[in-house]
């Protein structure tokens, strides 16, 4: 989770000032944003200034009761994804980036912009290499936690749709929707560079294709022993999974808090167990309003632009970005989760040599 500060501080106010430095450019060709999108929930004033004096407010209260960075660090995740949920985000990214994108319809309506929405990004599907990816976001932290055996349950519905898009098709949707507006003035152009339409994955297909790649590259324990990986047990209601949690976590841990009074075994069963439980439950209130999401983007621009890369330049064009070339299960097993675990694996082992430096 982003701080609240540091995320309005990039995503909207930085906004701002590229809209400040665009105005005063007299030669300007185009301006190219990439946004999340607007407002999900209608009837609410969103009011910048306002958010930014809450957050100042905010700090100054917790700075009177304590110095401690990590409090104030924890305390301002807590505001921004409590402000993110009122207004109708998912979390302080989309939201500050859906500010940052009202701040540029406002500064920025006399300017020439095209605005990019992408949806989930995956590693790269063919450029500069298959897989290319850096750091554990989104759907990926899913995969890590499986292999690390940390995601005994979870939540999903089958049939929704996870709309994600490979990160160079992304990229090459940003370059040719700069060849076509540029030096072209007036109004702002839109593109939703999404798969939902063009190539839908449901949840379905994720899963069996998790399955499918742990099982054919099952976790090796240190002393070399294989360990199978069980499926995950699946709700398709939050209401569900929040029951199953108090029968098989909440009542196993108040019997262990009273337990480990003694100490020993007690105490440490209890803080193992606990870990466990504020993982899961932190793990679902952040990914319940992805797999629940029954929405789809609307990528008529953005279908047109994929014609585009055809008609004007060519049919093997370096800058193709149609999805519907994409085999889903064939690029999740052999590219995507292949490079998340690669991924991983570097980070730990740069973690570890940190902490012996």
């Known amino acids: 989770m982003c701080r609240y500060d540091v995320a309005l501080a990039s995503n909207a106010l930085g906004v701002a000032h590229v809209c400040h430095l665009a105005n005063k450019c007299g030669n300007l060709k185009m301006l190219l944003h990439v946004s999340t999108g607007e407002s999900l929930r209608k009837g609410y ?16 209260k ?36 859906a500010l940052g994108e009202m701040l540029l319809a406002n ?11 992408p949806s989930i990004i995956l590693s790269t599907f063919q450029d500069p290499m298959p897989g290319w990816i850096e750091g554990t976001r989104t759907i990926d932290m899913l995969y890590v936690a499986y292999n690390d055996q940390k995601l005994p349950c979870f939540i ?22 700069m060849a076509i ?10 593109y939703h560079v999404t798969s939902g339409h063009r ?9 069996e294709s998790l399955y499918e790649y742990f099982h054919a590259n099952p976790r090796v324990s240190n002393g070399g022993r294989i360990v199978k990986n069980k499926r995950v047990l699946l709700f398709k209601k939050y209401t569900h999974f929040h029951l199953y ?15 480990s009074v003694f100490g020993g075994s007690f105490s440490k069963n209890y803080n193992k167990l606990n870990r466990g439980y504020n993982f899961l439950m932190l793990v679902a209130k952040l990914y319940a309003p992805y797999v629940f999401f029954k929405g789809c983007f609307d990528d008529t621009n953005m279908r047109k632009l994929w014609a585009t890369t055809t008609d004007k330049l060519n049919e093997d064009s370096m800058f193709d970005c149609d999805p519907a070339c994409i085999n889903w299960s064939s690029y999740l097993v052999n590219t995507h989760i292949p490079a998340v675990m690669v991924n991983s694996r570097n980070a730990n082992h740069m973690k570890k040599a940190n902490k012996i430096a």
């Open 107 to 117: 500064l920025g309506r006399d300017l020439p912009v095209v605005i990019v929405r």
């Open 156 to 177: 999903a519905d089958h049939n929704v749709i996870s709309d994600m898009i490979p990160g160079d098709l992304v990229i090459n949707a940003m370059m040719v929707s």
């Open 62 to 97: 917790l700075r009177m009761q304590s110095s401690n960075d990590k409090l104030e660090k924890k305390k301002m995740k807590e505001l921004g994804l409590k402000r993110a949920r009122h207004f109708g985000w998912p979390n302080v990214y989309s939201l500050t980036k």
């Open 199 to 207: 190539n839908p994955l449901n949840y379905s297909i994720t899963e």
């Open 181 to 190: 507006h540029w030096d072209q003035h007036g109004g702002q152009a839109i």
């Open 45 to 60: 004033n969103l009011d910048i200034q306002a958010e930014i004096k809450l957050v100042e407010n905010f700090k100054s």
């Open 245 to 259: 949690m108090i029968l098989r976590y909440k009542i196993a841990l108040e019997t262990l808090h009273v337990m």
